[in-house]
């Protein structure tokens, strides 16, 4: 990634990812174990009156954040800031397509640039089942959490 | 307040500012590790979105007894997780309030890891329901389905 400054208007390179059940179910273990619930089991979503499990909400985010930390770098990971909402079931089978796009130039209070964004996530029928708006400072190449992180995995 | 709003009376009982609390835990290299192959992204710098500091604590305190699905998240990132360093998260109730008919609970988490670096700041934007509600009737109400 070369250090250019983003315009307003400009569209990020979008991607799309399976959402997966079994990935839904690892993601409710990684970190913290928290159990059957009704995002990775279909029987407790029965039991909570749900016909299947439920995508996360935290499942759309961390797609989010691959977003931005593509576009962004260290920009992104040190001082960024987002505020999503969930605003459309995600289940099992779909195919989420993220995008962002460039709509504001500032500078924060300490008078260095900062970037506006609207990110979303949209389902493969173009619903649309996260939006959020975001801010961090221009891109820049370097990712040095991969450093601390033990690297790439 | 609309009158029809069914808050229940644990929502009521929740004050603003309460706090909830402290935990802690390392971030292990797996844990790093199993996020970034679990959500497709090798160089993925916040595995603490699967952790869910301020669902956590808001469990460890009203678990079994009331329920808030995540329906928005405001974070700030500012320095991610160090492998094998320890981090702790405090957190507090910031808001409560009805929206369109619907009671919600904002919860507030601040993580820090053994040296002091500030890690995030989230809050969650939950759809309060009592635990013995179904789901189903909260997601479909907000939804709309």
Known sequence: MEDTALKIGKRLPAFTRPIVMENMVEFETVVWNRGRNLHSNAEAARQDGLTRPLASGQNQLAFLHELLERTFGDAWVYGGKISVRYIYPVYPGDSLTIHGVVTSLDNDEGGKPKVGLEVWCENQNGQKTAVGKVTAAQPVSARSWLESSGGAS | ?145
């Open chain 2, 1 to 145: 307040m609309n009158q029809s709003v069914q808050t229940g009376a644990i929502w009521g009982s929740i004050e603003v500012g309460e706090d909830l609390g402290t935990f802690d835990y390392v971030m292990t290299v797996e844990m790093i590790s199993d996020y970034r192959r679990v959500v497709d992204n090798p160089e993925a710098a916040y595995p603490t979105v699967a952790a869910r500091h301020p669902a956590n604590l808001f469990y460890r305190k009203y678990g079994g007894r009331m329920r808030v699905p995540n329906t928005g998240q405001d974070s700030e990132y500012f320095n991610p997780p160090v492998a094998g360093k320890r981090i702790t998260v405090t957190g507090r109730i910031v808001d409560k309030y009805i929206r369109r008919d619907k009671p919600y609970i904002i919860v507030e988490a601040k993580a820090v890891d053994e040296d002091g670096r500030l890690i995030e700041v989230s809050r969650l934007i939950g759809l309060a329901r009592e635990a013995d509600e179904p789901a189903f009737a909260v997601v479909t109400r907000k939804w709309g389905a």
